[in-house]
């Protein structure tokens, strides 16, 4: 059954379509429910107030659109353009609010509806993403693919489309002109000189070529690429760099030469610095303001009760772009000479009666959410290290320095993922890196919420690993 041209289209035009219902539906829904505290002048203006409402969605369509359509897609791209969606759609309505002097709106209302329609929106693309992999993996909707290269690019290749049924690739077979390395439950189709051949042929309905051959074979590659072209099928080439660099790259244009860009990381956008600074900003606020004073005189007590010394610790660590500042927490330890140069360990000596407590619950972290307020740390973001362990760490592994291209975070993708505490080997320390490191090529603000989710889970239920 080979894809029907244009699926692509009718994909985006059905979520697109379903976008609306739900747009339409969770607004009449939660007009019904909050009829009686939505003011009369509105009730008269309901239909126009519809009919902005859906006109103020076309430009998010238009801005951020759907991905569901793409063969692979995860959860977490999903869930983040939705956000992003329901985000824009709130700026662009509210202001044609102020502009149709609407703005006695029900601010309750407003925030159930925006509420509403970001958890039925999410719903319904993770839906159609469920039923869309569950339908390719029954057989339809496939990808009828070829890939010219044997080698171990052309076999990774193989193994990553077949990994997931619901990707919907159906691997036809393969073209090599050295097949002997190749797997014998892989299809050997001919050599590179047999390719158009085998696509010219009406009983072959290939959809896509992935061509995995070396540089050197570049007059095969540039045949090959005309050749798909001029007869609508669409040609893919899998560089060799992904042998050795195993991440998403980011092609640009230097003039008219492509370059693949190593490390593209989101919050070099000024737009998603300045929204991740503006949510640091505003929950750092709201936490001081609301929690911070009661939990001071408690943990302030409990301190001076249980050793000599002040209540905060202030101590150097490296920051964004390796500039040292001071990281301030709550004392859990008594007063030592080794305490900027020796972390602390299980069982630590060191460790006050209290200081135990504050260190599994997180709470002696607290005050670094005024390093948040004065911009030298992150809500969220690889965890600070002392200036020592900086300079020992940056000799011994691959890629540390990488984890200084942003702000530092009270918590952190490593810590909610195993990764917290003591460093007993290097290969623990290497595992917090790779992880940092993924976080700053893959962040989002959904993906913030959802360590600062896990941070509070891991606070209340324990984190084995806190010392």
Request: proline share 3%; glycine share 6%; hydrophobic share 45%.
């Amino acid at each position: 059954m080979k894809q029907k041209k244009g699926y692509s289209q009718f994909m985006t035009g059905l979520i697109v379509a379903l976008d609306f219902v739900i747009l339409n539906a969770t607004f009449l829904l939660v007009y019904l429910l909050f009829r009686d505290y939505i003011y009369e002048d509105v009730n008269k203006n309901i239909r126009a107030l519809i009919l902005v409402l859906n006109l103020c969605y076309i430009p998010c369509v238009a801005a951020i659109g759907s991905i569901l359509h793409k063969r692979i897609v995860f959860a977490e791209r999903i869930t983040a353009r939705v956000f992003y969606s329901v985000l824009l759609h709130f700026m662009i309505f509210f202001t044609c609010l102020q502009v149709m002097k609407q703005d006695d709106i029900s601010r309750l209302f407003l925030f159930s509806f925006y509420i509403s329609f970001f958890i039925s929106l999410l719903a319904g693309r993770l839906g159609i993403r469920f039923a869309l992999k569950m339908y390719r993996s029954k057989g339809f909707n496939y990808t009828n693919v070829v890939i010219v290269g044997g080698g171990k690019n052309g076999v990774s290749v193989a193994e990553e489309m077949l990994s997931d049924p619901g990707y919907g690739y159906k691997i036809l077979g393969f073209f090599d002109d050295n097949p002997a390395g190749l797997p014998s439950n892989l299809n050997f189709l001919g050599t590179t000189s047999e390719v158009e051949a085998y696509l010219a042929s009406d009983k072959n309905q290939v959809d896509e070529v992935y061509c995995t051959l070396p540089e050197s074979a570049e007059t095969i590659i540039y045949r090959l690429l005309n050749y798909c072209e001029n007869n609508m099928i669409r040609f893919n080439i899998v560089p060799e760099v992904r042998r050795y660099v195993k991440k998403r790259m980011q092609m640009e244009l230097l003039g008219e030469i492509p370059v693949l860009v190593l490390r593209d990381e989101p919050l070099q956008s000024y737009t998603n610095r300045l929204l991740k600074r503006a949510f640091d900003v505003l929950f750092s606020f709201g936490f001081l303001v609301v929690c911070f004073i009661p939990v001071y005189i408690l943990v302030g007590i409990s301190i001076k009760l249980t050793s000599r010394g002040p209540i905060f610790f202030k101590q150097k660590r490296t920051g964004r772009n390796g500039v040292e500042f001071n990281c301030y927490k709550f004392r859990t330890m008594i007063i030592n000479k080794e305490a900027n140069e020796k972390q602390a360990v299980k069982d630590d000596p060191r460790v006050t009666r209290i200081g135990g407590f504050l260190r599994r619950s997180n709470i002696d972290e607290i005050p670094q959410f005024f390093n948040v307020l004065r911009g030298d740390m992150s809500i969220v973001g690889p965890r600070p290290h002392m200036l020592q362990h900086t300079i020992q760490y940056s000799q011994l592994v691959d890629k540390y320095m990488v984890r200084h291209l942003v702000k530092p975070g009270l918590t952190g993708w490593a810590q909610v993922t195993g990764y917290r505490g003591e460093t007993k080997t290097l290969d623990q320390m290497e595992g917090r890196v790779k992880r940092d490191v993924w976080y700053i090529e893959n962040w989002t603000l959904w993906l913030d919420l959802k360590i600062i989710y896990r941070t509070l889970r891991n606070m209340f239920s324990g984190e084995p690993n806190a010392c």
